[in-house]
């Protein structure tokens, strides 16, 4: 048990030390406005460099990428049905759709389905 102090301190200072150290140097000494600026053929720039984002398009995105990899999932349902009970398969089948059409509905409720606000 005596042994394993020695270890435990050297296992904490020498990455303490190596981190100190790397942040050190690792840092500019020099922050210049002019090298930190963007550059446009040597003028300050016109316009911001930042496009807005429709947050819109982004949740009509999204949406669409979970339905489609919902419909991907219903895609095996589909090869399966042949080699299984058709009642159980029948009720998975409706409760997993059941389950993405009361997605969507909430979807339209909530009004992402939007495009225009």
């Not at 159980?88 to 909430?106: A, C, E, Q, R, V």
Request: glycine share 2%; net charge neutral; hydrophobic share 55%.
């Amino acid at each position: 048990m005596l042994m394993m102090v020695p270890s435990f301190l050297i296992s904490i200072i020498i990455p303490t030390v190596i981190i100190m150290i790397s942040t050190n140097l690792s840092k500019k000494m020099i922050h210049d406005r002019e090298k930190s600026s963007p550059f446009e053929c040597g003028f300050d720039p016109k316009s911001p460099s930042r496009m807005p984002f429709s947050l819109q398009f982004f949740m009509i995105a999204v949406v669409f990428l979970v339905f489609d990899v919902e419909i991907a999932m219903i895609l095996p349902t589909l090869i399966i049905m042949k080699s299984s009970n058709l009642t159980i398969w029948l009720m998975s089948s409706s409760i997993f759709i059941f389950i993405l059409l009361s997605g969507l509905y909430h979807e339209w409720n909530q009004g992402a389905l939007k495009w225009a606000a």
